[in-house]
């Protein structure tokens, strides 16, 4: 039987795919009000995820390098905007200014935290690139003495929202529209990356190292390219949230929120960018839904609330790390190289 | 002078309650090369169960001593247990598993732990029941309590017990020969995952102990107590050679008396009045301090970083291959 949608016999049917697609993705903000307003702020939390996601996709899946330190970046460049669009120091930069300054410090942070980190092995990595989250969160929390650079723990309020000549990004609405082009843009990036010449030595260095090498492939330098690449999307992601929340502290930072965001490409499956993206939707999504759900049938069964929303969801995130790597290795949608590799067991 | 002695005393106790965290990871380490990112929780289960039990035997009246040995008592069975209970469910399964799997793992196990005790014992720092009464004598000009004492003998006693049980014992002839060759000492004859899971065992064993200790000696304890002990663990055992035992007890000590001096020092090291720049912050003897004592958790990690930079197989330990 002929498939309904065959694209092969009809390449014009992928557009019409895509007209749906972008129709749906452009009136989803409109149905999320009917259920509520707040919807449009997790959705477009949801898809900052999805940035940050897919920028540690870079470093661990297509790398195959650990980094359990990400959100670093995602704080260098909220901080970066925050500094450079706030009363703080008085200035207030255009954010078409910011962003890329932002993204590029978080990449100038990626190469200095893999500089040093190149020789090691993955899990030694993966415990380096923690300190370095916890330093980054310790500078944030104590520079605010002598010199007040970032205020320290009570954070930076008063950043200015994005806006161009005669216009404001200052509701969820307007934003999600932002984020949405914004992370189409970088997920065709990433799509053209992935297969890419960067992109398959990226893959051949995550397969087996000193084979690449030997194949010619500057290991150094593209190991060094990974982490500064990812980190900078991290730093543009940063850049939005310090925007959209007006306020950024170093609480925001914690290392519980780098590991929500590995959580994200593990559970998605590593490497795979669709497999990325909806780990980060379903790990941004349920705990929303959670917060909606659970609240109100604890109260009904016990009339208090035992166990609140939030551990729950911490609980859920680590059984999902756990079962996913007992049962699943490759995510829920894995990319076939990644899959190959995981399932073989060598004795 | 009175303060490089006070922040000696202090260093080296710390630095002995990491040493007994870091022997945990490097047990595990040196017998399946798996970091037991979970061992931090397992520290911190530790001290919360002899928490509790020292606050529920606090009125009965019993000498202090006792309580807190019954304490400690109920956390090392109940660490032990979680620890074999961690082995057995999520490690085992991935152990032919390519290395990141069981680490990711690891890290799931750990945020469930750290989550399980914040439903059991709440979010808040909880104040560890200061019950023996403690006697400061002064050494030369530094202070050192009857704790500290205590918690520097148990610690010596513990590794000078674990090095005899590693190095005298069958079981830990059992155990070095698992960590040098699995397949060959399953030929020979050793049940290779029962010393796995003894190893796992014994190093949340000494794990408890050492919460109870860190309890005791800070004061508090909160559920997030874990992660930053285990991590400075970790660099310590890092820093003596992962996988090895007298390693780790090096770099336990040694981890705490950089920490101890460096934050003793940093302040007036970084003091630009001190070096005479010409700031108006030290007119009338002011300080204009760049990095004061507050940044005391960062030394763990650089400390960390420049290890695996410049030797990256540690003090003690041997050359390691690359990802083989």
């Known amino acids: 039987m002929r498939p309904y949608f065959d694209t092969r016999s009809k390449p014009w049917l992928i557009w019409v795919g895509f007209a749906l697609i972008g129709f749906a993705l452009a009136v989803l903000p409109f149905?999320?009000?009917?259920?509520?307003?707040?919807?449009?702020?997790?959705?477009?939390?949801?898809?900052?995820?999805?940035?940050?996601?897919?920028?540690?996709?870079?470093?661990?899946?297509?790398?195959?390098?650990?980094?359990?330190?990400?959100?670093?970046?995602?704080?260098?460049?909220?901080?970066?905007?925050?500094?450079?669009?706030?009363?703080?120091?008085?200035?207030?930069?255009?954010?078409?200014?910011?962003?890329?300054?932002?993204?590029?410090?978080?990449?100038?942070?990626?190469?200095?935290?893999?500089?040093?980190?190149?020789?090691?092995?993955?899990?030694?990595?993966?415990?380096?690139?923690?300190?370095?989250?916890?330093?980054?969160?310790?500078?944030?929390?104590?520079?605010?003495?002598?010199?007040?650079?970032?205020?320290?723990?009570?954070?930076?309020?008063?950043?200015?929202?994005?806006?161009?000549?005669?216009?404001?990004?200052?509701?969820?609405?307007?934003?999600?529209?932002?984020?949405?082009?914004?992370?189409?843009?970088?997920?065709?990036?990433?799509?053209?990356?992935?297969?890419?010449?960067?992109?398959?030595?990226?893959?051949?260095?995550?397969?087996?190292?000193?084979?690449?090498?030997?194949?010619?492939?500057?290991?150094?330098?593209?190991?060094?390219?990974?982490?500064?690449?990812?980190?900078?999307?991290?730093?543009?992601?940063?850049?939005?949230?310090?925007?959209?929340?007006?306020?950024?502290?170093?609480?925001?930072?914690?290392?519980?929120?780098?590991?929500?965001?590995?959580?994200?490409?593990?559970?998605?499956?590593?490497?795979?960018?669709?497999?990325?993206?909806?780990?980060?939707?379903?790990?941004?999504?349920?705990?929303?839904?959670?917060?909606?759900?659970?609240?109100?049938?604890?109260?009904?069964?016990?009339?208090r609330m035992v166990i609140e929303p939030e551990v729950i969801r911490m609980l859920l995130f680590g059984l999902a790390l756990v079962l996913v790597m007992l049962f699943r290795p490759a995510g829920l949608l894995p990319s076939a190289v990644r899959k190959r590799e995981l399932e073989e067991r060598p004795i | 002078m009175d303060t490089f002695l006070q922040q000696l005393v202090n260093g080296l106790t710390a630095g002995s309650v990491y040493a007994v965290v870091a022997l945990g990871y490097t047990m595990v380490y040196g017998i399946i090369q798996l970091i037991n990112f979970a061992h931090g929780e397992v520290v911190m289960i530790g001290a919360m169960v002899a928490f509790t039990v020292i606050n529920l035997l606090v009125p009965t009246g019993l000498p202090p001593l006792a309580i807190v040995l019954i304490g400690a008592g109920c956390a090392v069975p109940v660490c032990m247990l979680v620890g074999y209970g961690m082995e057995r469910l999520a490690y085992r399964p991935l152990r032919h598993a390519p290395r990141l799997a069981p680490l990711i793992t690891a890290i799931g196990v750990s945020i469930i732990l750290q989550h399980l005790a914040l439903m059991i014992w709440s979010r808040n720092i909880l104040a560890f029941p200061q019950i023996i009464p403690s006697r400061t004598y002064f050494i030369g000009g530094a202070a050192i309590t009857t704790v500290q004492i205590a918690i520097l003998a148990i610690c010596l006693g513990l590794m000078a017990s674990l090095a005899i049980l590693v190095y005298r014992t069958p079981l830990g002839t059992a155990m070095r020969a698992t960590a040098q060759n699995a397949q060959v000492a399953g030929l020979m004859g050793i049940d290779v995952n029962r010393i796995i899971a003894v190893t796992f065992i014994i190093g949340a064993g000494l794990g408890a102990v050492a919460g109870v200790l860190f309890g005791t000696y800070y004061g508090l304890a909160q559920y997030t107590m874990g992660s930053v002990l285990g991590l400075k663990a970790f660099s310590a055992a890092v820093l003596g050679g992962i996988g090895n035992i007298p390693g780790a007890m090096l770099g336990g000590v040694l981890l705490g008396l950089v920490e101890a001096l460096g934050a003793g020092y940093i302040g007036d090291f970084t003091d630009l009045c001190q070096w005479g720049l010409p700031l108006q912050a030290c007119e009338g003897g002011g300080h204009f301090i760049l990095f004061g004592s507050n940044y005391q958790d960062v030394f763990a990690f650089i400390v960390l970083i420049l290890v695996l930079v410049f030797r990256p197989q540690g003090l003690l330990g041997e050359r390691v291959g690359d990802r083989a």
């Open chain 1, 31 to 303: 149905a999320l009000t009917q259920i509520g307003t707040t919807w449009v702020r997790i959705t477009n939390y949801a898809i900052l995820y999805i940035l940050l996601a897919l920028g540690l996709n870079i470093v661990v899946g297509f790398a195959g390098l650990l980094d359990l330190g990400y959100i670093a970046f995602y704080a260098v460049g909220a901080y970066v905007y925050a500094l450079l669009a706030s009363p703080q120091f008085g200035l207030h930069l255009p954010f078409w200014v910011i962003l890329p300054i932002g993204a590029a410090v978080a990449a100038l942070f990626g190469a200095m935290l893999g500089a040093p980190t190149l020789k090691l092995r993955g899990d030694y990595l993966a415990i380096v690139t923690l300190g370095f989250g916890e330093i980054i969160r310790i500078f944030l929390n104590n520079l605010s003495r002598p010199v007040n650079i970032t205020n320290g723990p009570q954070g930076i309020t008063g950043i200015d929202p994005f806006s161009l000549p005669g216009f404001r990004f200052d509701t969820p609405l307007k934003f999600y529209y932002l984020l949405l082009a914004i992370v189409l843009v970088v997920i065709v990036i990433n799509l053209r990356l992935q297969n890419s010449r960067i992109g398959r030595a990226w893959e051949a260095i995550r397969e087996d190292e000193i084979a690449a090498r030997a194949m010619g492939i500057n290991t150094r330098n593209l190991k060094l390219l990974a982490f500064a690449m990812g980190a900078s999307f991290g730093g543009l992601a940063g850049g939005m949230f310090s925007a959209i929340q007006a306020f950024i502290s170093p609480e925001s930072f914690i290392l519980v929120e780098s590991i929500m965001v590995v959580s994200m490409v593990v559970l998605g499956g590593m490497g795979n960018i669709w497999g990325v993206i909806l780990g980060a939707v379903l790990l941004s999504f349920i705990p929303e839904i959670l917060r909606w759900t659970v609240t109100p049938l604890q109260e009904a069964l016990f009339g």
